[in-house]
């Protein structure tokens, strides 16, 4: 664990900065002066948008990188061409996926236009977004498998949010008029894969020579074969991702308002998934490594270690949250209180991914890697399927989508954890998981005793700091987590004593 307790602290603090700016952006700057939620909700859109675009486009070559690189790593021989050639794949599959977005602009115009016409006035700009998105995937799992982690975080969640900050505070002084701020916040969205391709060339780990190969030779056919599956397990996690959004703007009336509205609060939820992304990142190259090597024990240790972290780190995030949420929405426009249960269910499915552990990453990369496939078809379906049902039939709007999407979640990963169970004879559970749930129930019940402040600040402090140190303290105290301990006491030696 020390090189993933290393970089995942980096990465932590990268990812907290990330949303420090990101909540500036989404909850101070874009609601304030897109005083329409439609306007918000197409700025979010566009880049959910792409996200699946990209994963279309990528043919399962991320996935793949991580799996596969490992077999090709050499700078002396420029890693085999590894990167020449996983560009070639997806920039093919980028043109493939560009001709259907083209040929089905007539059916994408005819769901979206009445409900979302401000979509499909600016529909050009996700070829561009895709594009740079796709790039940015590869090479970020590119240098991921070299574990060079940082620098690519700090431009996914530093640079990149200071470029929509730079964009929103030209409109918001008036330079530029709504049109020009969305052609300014793409373009900007757009530069972040150009960062990653000067770090590569600073590191010396860019060559787009093809190549030839006995790895490539050796080991195409299982790639091209695991790729197959990867490409539909990728795409189906970024629709499960990414759908909610897209279905709010396409089924209910006055679509954009809802969606500016759904994925603010979304945004405010991502907090609790910080330490996951952080150590995952980490952990995806270490993984595919334990399976090479057929070091179970590593990994199994890996798996617990993990779950129990993010349930600590995740569930007190969440309750911090959670507790100040109606003070949290009172810097928004009084719209966005309508978002506040939205909140609550996203939560739950997020922090339960999060305290399913490695699961998804440990199925992927191991040699029953097609079953996920069975797995995400299932859910894509259930998530299309749920969040119809929510939103159309039972007539819930926002509420029932993040309904929707909470049962995906837990339904997704309760299927992953039995199949890692069956057939690895793993499970992430330890006994400090019950007492870290029943010191969670503790504090929530403690919060609600707590009398209000008239103050929001006064309140958010008063109800954050019992929380946080019983909760703190309880964790050290009773050792939930031999990782924090050490990283706490090595931080604060004194603390140990007392």
């Known amino acids: 664990m020390g090189i993933v307790k290393k970089q995942s602290i980096s990465l932590a603090v990268v990812s907290y900065i990330g949303v420090v700016i990101g909540y500036v952006n989404k909850v101070l700057l874009f609601p304030v002066f897109l005083t329409d939620p439609a306007e918000v909700g197409l700025a979010n859109t566009l880049i959910s948008a792409s996200l699946l675009y990209a994963q279309f486009s990528a043919l399962g070559m991320n996935v793949v990188t991580l799996k596969f690189f490992p077999f090709f790593q050499d700078k002396e021989r420029k890693h085999h061409g590894f990167l020449y050639w996983a560009s070639l794949i997806v920039t093919i599959g980028f043109l493939i996926t560009t001709l259907a977005f083209l040929l089905l602009k007539p059916l994408i115009v005819s769901r979206f236009s009445a409900n979302s016409p401000?979509?499909?006035?600016?529909?050009?700009?996700?070829?561009p977004l895709g594009l740079t998105a796709l790039f940015f995937a590869l090479y970020d799992s590119y240098l991921r498998s070299l574990l060079k982690v940082v620098v690519p975080s700090f431009?996914?969640?530093?640079?990149?949010?200071?470029?929509?900050?730079?964009?929103?505070?030209?409109f918001a002084l008036h330079l530029v008029n709504f049109k020009q701020f969305v052609f300014i916040y793409v373009l900007l969205n757009c530069t972040h894969v150009l960062v990653l391709i000067v770090y590569m060339i600073y590191l010396k780990q860019w060559s787009f020579k093809p190549i030839k190969s006995f790895r490539i030779k050796t080991l195409r056919f299982q790639m091209f074969y695991f790729g197959l599956f990867a490409i539909l397990s990728t795409a189906g996690n970024s629709i499960i991702s990414n759908i909610d959004g897209l279905m709010i703007a396409g089924l209910l009336k006055n679509g954009l308002y809802y969606t500016g509205i759904y994925t603010t609060v979304f945004f405010m939820s991502t907090v609790i998934l910080i330490p996951y992304r952080s150590i995952l990142k980490i952990t995806s190259p270490l993984i595919s490594t334990y399976w090479k090597d057929n070091d179970m024990e590593s990994m199994e240790n890996l798996y617990k270690k993990v779950t129990v972290n993010n349930m600590i780190v995740g569930g007190l995030i969440f309750l911090v949250l959670w507790i100040n949420i109606d003070n949290i929405l009172s810097f928004l426009p009084k719209e966005y209180y309508a978002g506040k249960y939205v909140f609550l269910y996203i939560s739950i499915g997020r922090l339960f991914d999060m305290i399913a552990g490695l699961n998804g990453i440990i199925t992927v990369t191991s040699k029953k890697y097609r079953y996920d496939l069975f797995f995400t078809g299932f859910l894509v379906l259930l998530t299309i399927v749920s969040n119809y049902s929510f939103l159309v039939v039972f007539n819930m709007g926002m509420e029932g989508t993040a309904i929707a999407s909470m049962l995906t979640l837990i339904i997704y990963n309760i299927l992953r954890l039995g199949f890692v169970q069956y057939n690895f004879k793993m499970q992430p559970f330890t006994i400090n998981c019950l007492w870290i749930l029943i010191l969670g129930a503790i504090c929530l019940g403690i919060s609600y005793l707590i009398p209000q402040q008239k103050n929001i600040f006064l309140d958010g402090f008063c109800r954050s700091i019992p929380v946080v140190a019983i909760f703190g303290i309880s964790t050290l105290y009773f050792k939930l987590s031999s990782d924090i301990n050490n990283f706490v006491y090595g931080v604060f030696p004194k603390l140990k004593r007392f």
């Open 118 to 127: 401000l979509l499909i006035d600016n529909y050009y700009y996700l070829i």
């Open 155 to 170: 431009v996914n969640e530093i640079y990149i949010r200071l470029m929509a900050t730079l964009s929103i505070s030209l």
